[in-house]
């Protein structure tokens, strides 16, 4: 099976522009995260999808394949549906960005239930009680069979137990295109969560846990502690 790695990396971010080229320990995060998963067995090939030449330059210069596309894209997806227009293959998995401290191993449990015949998988794992309250970190509702329920930016269920969405995605050729096919959905456009496009119109997204060490930046602050993170680890 073909299943090609793509990481979505807009530079023009509102909430924090350049963040893909954010410098940690002396490298920009989108390189961190391609390093991360270089160790993948299960990917054919890995390219960085991008609306900024600057991106594509940085990319490029430090070895690696990037690829430009629209800034009409509104999501990850839409850009990871761009390159599947351009690119053929059987699946396609979509890497965040902004997840500096990924790895290989997590890239491949996504791949084999694409394998498996999944058409849309993400991961979990679990959630620090001090990201409870934080609406940056996604939390999820799964079903006994470890499929999503819902995903919310407040603490879900109820009384728990809480677990974290982590924002990387597999999809089958056929799924992405359905996807993308599927209109905005009134949960979607209430948590801001594109996910919830595939809940609402009655898609199952199958969830594999993965409890490796992850630091999501979405803020200044993440991106301090995936620096302390890094450069602990290299010196």
Same mark, same amino acid.
């Given at each position: 099976?073909?299943? !090609?790695?793509?990481?979505?990396?807009?530079?023009?971010?509102?909430?924090? /522009?350049?963040?893909? !080229?954010?410098?940690?320990?002396?490298?920009?995060?989108?390189?961190?995260?391609?390093?991360?998963?270089?160790?993948?067995?299960?990917?054919?090939?890995?390219?960085?999808?991008?609306?900024?030449?600057?991106?594509?330059?940085?990319? *490029?210069?430090?070895?690696?394949?990037?690829?430009?596309?629209?800034?009409?894209?509104?999501?990850?997806?839409?850009?990871?549906?761009?390159?599947?227009?351009?690119?053929?293959?059987?699946?396609?998995?979509?890497?965040?960005?902004?997840?500096?401290?990924?790895?290989?191993?997590?890239?491949?449990?996504?791949?084999?239930? $694409?394998?498996?015949?999944? %058409?849309?998988?993400?991961?979990?794992?679990?959630?620090?009680? *001090?990201?409870?309250? %934080?609406?940056?970190?996604?939390?999820?509702?799964?079903?006994?069979?470890?499929?999503?329920?819902? @995903?919310?930016?407040?603490?879900? /269920?109820?009384?728990? /137990?809480?677990?974290?969405?982590?924002?990387?995605?597999?999809?089958?050729?056929?799924?992405?295109?359905?996807?993308?096919?599927?209109? /905005?959905?009134?949960?979607?456009?209430?948590?801001?969560?594109?996910?919830?496009?595939?809940?609402?119109?009655?898609?199952?997204?199958?969830?594999?846990?993965?409890?490796?060490?992850?630091?999501?930046?979405?803020?200044?602050?993440?991106?301090? $502690?995936?620096? *302390?993170? @890094?450069?602990? *680890?290299?010196?």
């Amino acid at each position: 099976m073909e299943i !090609l790695g793509v990481i979505p990396a807009r530079y023009g971010s509102t909430r924090f /522009p350049g963040k893909v !080229l954010a410098d940690i320990c002396g490298k920009p995060m989108v390189i961190r995260v391609l390093e991360g998963i270089s160790t993948a067995k299960k990917i054919s090939r890995v390219l960085v999808a991008t609306e900024s030449q600057i991106v594509k330059k940085a990319v *490029e210069a430090s070895g690696w394949e990037a690829i430009l596309t629209s800034e009409e894209c509104k999501s990850g997806t839409e850009r990871v549906g761009e390159v599947a227009k351009k690119i053929k293959a059987d699946a396609y998995i979509n890497i965040q960005a902004d997840e500096p401290l990924i790895k290989g191993e997590a890239i491949d449990l996504i791949a084999s239930a $694409l394998e498996d015949g999944e %058409d849309f998988v993400s991961l979990y794992t679990s959630l620090r009680e *001090e990201e409870k309250d %934080d609406p940056n970190k996604v939390k999820i509702v799964l079903n006994r069979q470890d499929y999503a329920i819902y @995903f919310s930016r407040v603490p879900v /269920p109820y009384r728990g /137990p809480f677990f974290k969405h982590v924002g990387i995605y597999g999809y089958s050729r056929d799924g992405l295109f359905k996807y993308l096919e599927l209109p /905005p959905s009134p949960l979607e456009l209430s948590e801001d969560l594109e996910q919830l496009r595939l809940i609402f119109h009655g898609e199952k997204i199958k969830m594999i846990k993965w409890d490796g060490k992850l630091v999501s930046v979405d803020t200044m602050e993440d991106l301090k $502690l995936a620096k *302390e993170v @890094f450069c602990a *680890e290299e010196n």
